[in-house]
């Protein structure tokens, strides 16, 4: 089973609007972390935003701001006030404690674009 | 089930030494891969893009000589940490990508590489 889903290939936003990337998780570890990164059209990948699974406020960084639902496996990445610099590909991905390698799950990503 | 394999998921070894790390995809042809490592700010540093049949492309500050790359056929891509030393201990984790650019992107599960 994959264990980070995203569901949603392409998303549009109108400019100055929010928008909510959806991702679900599947994990039997009690201590997990959740990531957001974003790829801009250059490749590198930027750190957005993480939640811990003990955390109990949902993460915020700026106009990022993590939806986390534990019993519904979900961490959606809210973006408020979209700008047309959010235009890029934005990976969810998960840390498990259990597997000691510290590895990195990611999904298959969501290509958001922002309109003018 | 997973879509590119990476291997192996953890190394320790010695400085000096040289470890190589493959990246395959399972059921599609990868034309192009990248290569990231991970720094402990969280983000994804990209390392090199490689595509079948020519030479990598190297981002700046990334040594040629010591990540030595090579993308041999559609459904593998090698990385190659020569002379490995204890800074060279990181988080390194491949992604593959189909045909064109707006084809998912798939990530492998990363490699832990531990220099003593």
């Known amino acids: 089973a994959q264990k980070i889903t995203q569901t949603q290939p392409g998303m549009f936003v109108q400019e100055k609007e929010a928008v909510t990337l959806d991702c679900t998780y599947d994990t039997s570890d009690q201590s997990y972390g959740l990531f957001w990164y974003k790829q801009p059209s250059s490749g590198e990948m930027i750190f957005l935003i993480y939640?811990?699974?003990?955390?109990?406020q949902n993460a915020t960084e700026g106009r990022y701001s993590l939806n986390f639902q534990k019993a519904r496996k979900s961490a959606n990445l809210v973006i408020s006030a979209s700008q047309l610099g959010d235009s890029a590909m934005y990976f969810c991905?998960?840390?498990?404690?259990?597997?000691?390698?510290?590895?990195?799950?990611f999904g298959t990503g969501t290509r958001l674009t922002v309109i003018p | 089930g997973a879509v590119v394999s990476q291997h192996p998921s953890r190394v320790i070894c010695k400085s000096g030494t040289s470890v190589k790390i493959e990246c395959r995809s399972l059921?599609?042809?990868?034309?192009?891969m990248f290569w990231y490592r991970q720094f402990p700010k969280k983000s994804l540093m990209l390392m090199a893009t490689s595509n079948e049949g020519s030479k990598a492309t190297y981002e700046q500050g990334v040594e040629k000589d010591k990540f030595l790359i090579n993308h041999a056929s559609l459904t593998l891509s090698t990385l190659t940490v020569t002379s490995a030393h204890p800074e060279d201990s990181s988080f390194y984790i491949c992604s593959a990508r189909a045909l064109s650019s707006h084809q998912p992107q798939h990530f492998g599960d990363g490699t832990r590489l531990s220099i003593l």
């Open positions: 991905a998960m840390r498990e404690a259990l597997t000691g390698t510290n590895n990195l799950f």
């Open positions: 059921d599609f042809q990868a034309t192009t």
């Open positions: 939640q811990g699974s003990y955390d109990e």
